[in-house]
């Protein structure tokens, strides 16, 4: 005769002071065995009656009785338990959590996962269900308005999964599901996107063209060809980030506000005299209207086909300084030190590093070389 199975387990831990406290383990639906919990009580008799009492109100395995959702929901917010947290690990130079950050993973959890999995059981949740939520998004798409479903790039499908899954790992750390959902799960293989550089003649062109149309945009489509510098960071630039020899790189302006720099950390960019006194008071139009007008200038460059097939934009920019900078065999370290980047040399290294302005002679010399190439 086959044994019957009890809804729970209970098994006594003996405390310091020599009192035994019982505890439960319970079942998944799945039968898989859940990690233990404290019933509070020093007697068997009574810790099963407790238990008992939570089976009649089927909160003896809660996550089986709840949904995705009832955890899910707000679990970004910036009152969050988790955002909080994320926010108490960071320094006074960089952020635990960016704005953006928390911004992109708010827009995974409303429309793509609350969507699909609001509703589903977290014990429910397994391989094959993320695997069905996986391909669901890759096939037809995800979206609160049905109209607006459609197919979502492998790129922004691996992004979704690594929100869900900060979500998924939470409530497996907690004990609210017994198992890692995503254990098992292949990765999917990315494309590889490049985004290419311009050459030397075509910034050439690209600069002139600005300049012959007094377009607004020349000033900055110049700074970034010899700087390196973003969009955003150039519209920081005021008189208090602007030095005698350098700008100083501490925020960025994005989304009509200041933040942070992408990279999280500061850094300085050495600065010709002539290139200073051309940012002294400099205006600068907004983000839109640079991105919008230089494609313009981009297009009568290069024309359409070849700024799509190459991903060439304002950004394209950043390539060609970092590019250059190379060429003229200024060290990788002090390209990415310039350029914001991680060196991916260790932490240790990035923390003990600490450059000045006058550490960057390669640097200027040969952004005064491009700058008189760019003018010429």
């Known amino acids: 005769m086959a044994r019957y199975k009890e809804s729970f387990t209970l098994y006594g831990r003996r405390r310091k002071n020599g009192q035994v406290v019982w505890y439960y383990r319970t079942y998944s639906p799945q039968g898989v065995r859940t990690c233990g919990k404290s019933t509070g009580c020093t007697s068997k008799a009574k810790a099963r009656i407790y238990c008992e009492e939570l089976l009649k109100k089927g909160e003896l395995y809660q996550a089986s009785a709840k949904p995705f959702g009832f955890y899910a929901k707000g679990f970004f917010d910036d009152d969050s338990v988790w955002v909080k947290d994320k926010e108490a690990t960071g320094t006074e130079g960089r952020k635990g959590i960016s704005d953006s950050t928390k911004r992109t ?4 959890l409303n429309y793509y996962i609350l969507p699909y999995l609001e ?3 977290v014990d429910s949740i397994n391989l094959s269900k993320i695997k069905e939520f996986r391909t669901e998004l890759l096939t037809v798409g995800i979206s609160p308005d049905p109209g607006r479903k459609k197919p979502v790039s492998p790129k922004t499908v691996t992004s979704i999964l690594g929100t869900l899954r900060i979500i998924t790992n939470s409530l497996f750390y907690d ?7 995503f254990a098992g799960l292949k990765p999917l293989k990315l494309a ?4 290419d550089a311009f050459t030397l003649e075509e910034v050439q062109k690209i600069i002139k063209t600005l300049r012959v149309c007094n377009s607004t945009v020349y000033l900055p489509a110049l700074v970034s060809a010899c700087t390196g510098m973003r969009v955003s960071e150039i519209l920081a630039i005021d008189s208090t980030s602007l030095k005698d020899d ?3 790189i501490y925020r960025q302006f994005y989304r009509d506000k200041y933040q942070p720099p992408k990279s999280g950390s500061e850094r300085k960019i050495p600065v010709t005299p002539e290139l200073r006194g051309m940012l002294s008071g400099a205006e600068w139009c907004p983000y839109d209207t640079i ?3 230089f494609g313009k200038a981009l297009l009568l460059v290069c024309g359409g086909e070849e700024k799509t097939k190459r991903k060439l934009c304002f950004h394209s920019l950043r390539h ?3 590019t250059f900078l190379l060429a003229e ?3 990788p370290v002090k390209v990415a030190a310039v350029m914001g980047h991680s060196t991916g040399v260790g932490t240790v290294q990035e923390r003990y590093t600490n450059w000045r302005v006058e550490h960057f002679p390669e640097v200027l010399a040969a952004q005064e070389k491009l700058l008189s190439l760019l003018l010429q």
Request: glycine letters at 0%.
């Open 105 to 108: 993973y708010r827009q995974h």
């Open 119 to 121: 509703n589903v059981k």
């Open 175 to 181: 004990d609210i599901i017994s198992r890692d959902p």
């Open 192 to 195: 590889k996107h490049s985004r």
């Open 246 to 248: 350098c700008i100083d």
């Open 291 to 293: 991105t919008v007008e």
């Open 320 to 322: 060609f300084y970092n």
């Open 329 to 331: 065999n200024v060290p």
